[in-house]
């Protein structure tokens, strides 16, 4: 069993919520915890001049949010939003917070990624605890 289980959660693979937070139930330990984690990548600096929305101002909430409401008020799930490159970002945080396992979605790989997802495949790589993968159904 697990202590402290992260689950990342990508803006566009969120359909995989539910289904990663029961398998870590399942595999958490009776007085462990689970934080569900998004990254958000930084504007590149040429891009930002045109963009008059401040990330930390309006998206950071709205994606903590939307994760609070995955984790349907249960006390052992906390809600964290970083920003970065999330293959790099998600393995520095659970090194940073005393995660042994990470719980990576991928779905509808390439073959250049080795039949995992390029953050799955980043994230596998880089990550000083263990990784379960969990498939999408659909891909």
Known sequence: MYK????????????????????ARH?????GRITLLTVLENIPGFVSEFVDLKIDNHLTQKVEDRLRSAADGDERISCKVVTGKPGVQI???????????ILVGSHHPSAQDYFLGSTASRVVRRAGCSVFVVRDSDG
Not at 27 to 31: N, S
């Open 4 to 23: 402290h289980i992260l689950i990342p959660v990508a803006l566009d693979h969120e359909t995989l919520v539910d289904r990663k937070l029961e398998i």
């Open 27 to 31: 595999l958490l330990a009776e007085d």
């Open 91 to 101: 393995a520095a945080f659970a090194e940073a917070a005393g995660t042994d396992l």
